[in-house]
């Protein structure tokens, strides 16, 4: 098997296309806030996307609460700490610094404009 998306859920796609986008840097390669979806490719071609869907404020609870959560997804970096300055710049809200981990790595958790947790991480040895 291999991954091909994840998907994040958002209440506003404007903002979150404009964060994941601009802010980020993520290449968009379908969708728009018109459509309610967004693709992102992540590395290049035939690698996994991040998908961001819209959930309106009105949508079910069971679906609004997929919206300002923990989403396990992590970004492999080189280098956590520079990232973590230059997104610091840009207005990114972290929850911490970066921190090395017990297993060797540095990890830094940012919040999207909806409120879910992502996380930066370089791996050991990465520099």
């Known amino acids: 098997m291999k991954l091909g998306a994840v998907r994040i859920f958002v209440h506003s796609l404007v903002a979150a ?16 806030s ?15 996307q991040l998908v961001i869907e819209a959930v ?12 300002g959560r923990f ?5 492999t970096v ?16 972290f929850t911490d610094p970066p921190e090395r ?7 830094a958790t940012f919040l999207d404009p909806s409120g879910n947790e992502l996380q930066i991480v370089e791996m050991p040895g990465a520099t």
């Open 34 to 48: 018109a459509f309610g979806y967004c693709v992102f490719e992540m590395d290049g071609p035939g690698d996994a």
């Open 78 to 93: 080189p280098d956590v700490s520079a990232l973590h300055a230059a997104l610091t710049e840009r207005g990114v809200k």
């Open 17 to 32: 296309q404009a964060f994941y986008e601009e802010t980020l840097g993520l290449p968009r390669v379908a969708g728009g």
């Open 56 to 67: 309106s404020l009105d949508a079910p609870l069971e679906d609004r609460e997929l919206v």
């Open 71 to 75: 989403t396990g997804v992590s970004f």
């Open 101 to 107: 981990q017990p297993w060797g790595g540095v990890l």
